[in-house]
């Protein structure tokens, strides 16, 4: 059986978990998440002041300094949301490390990985805080970092975020 291609950064007393759909294709070559040359994740944990220095990718593990967490919904494929199918989703899983570990918050990055593991019609979800949570964690829908979703960006739900997490004003 084929292994996790990134490992969970996760650990009881988190203040938020990033949860993404999957690696994407530089990601999983390089070993480290949010690694695509496009993707703003990195420089926005900074911006918005969750990190005091902008990290690199193959710093991820340092998050759990910052009582951040990163997990996927689908673990172990890799490549564009595009190519993922239903069977690709570990849903039960999924929800299974978030209740071992009961962050604060779980804040999805795009919208693609909240549909798959809230079983919520796009046409129902809407950037954000979302009114369901999942483990007693509070649920945020952000705007894709990923560079392919360019389109869709916005920064104000990560501000958001940020206040909630925080409890403070962002940059």
């Known amino acids: 059986m ?31 998440y949010y690694a695509g040359p496009g993707n703003k994740f990195w420089p926005v944990l900074h911006e918005i002041g969750l990190v005091p220095v902008r990290l690199q990718p193959e ?13 996927d919904v689908a673990k172990r494929t890799s490549g564009p949301d595009s190519a993922l199918r239903g069977g690709h989703f570990d849903v039960a899983g999924f929800t299974a490390r978030i209740a071992a570990n009961r962050p604060r918050i779980l ?25 369901q949570g999942l483990a007693d964690a509070d649920i945020y829908v952000l705007p894709s970092t990923s560079g392919a979703a360019a389109g869709f960006w916005s920064i104000e739900p990560w501000k958001q975020l ?3 997490v ?6």
């Open 2 to 32: 084929i292994g996790d291609i990134l490992p969970d950064v996760l650990e009881p007393g988190l203040r938020v978990v990033f949860c993404g759909t999957q690696a994407g294709a530089a990601s999983a070559r390089r070993g480290a």
């Open 59 to 71: 710093e991820f593990r340092t998050l759990l300094r910052y009582r951040i967490g990163l997990t």
């Open 107 to 131: 804040a999805f990055n795009g919208k693609r990985a909240a549909q798959a593991a809230l079983g919520i019609n796009e046409g129902r979800l809407a950037y954000g805080p979302q009114a």
């Open 162 to 164: 940020a206040m909630a």
């Open 166 to 171: 925080t409890g403070t004003t962002t940059r």
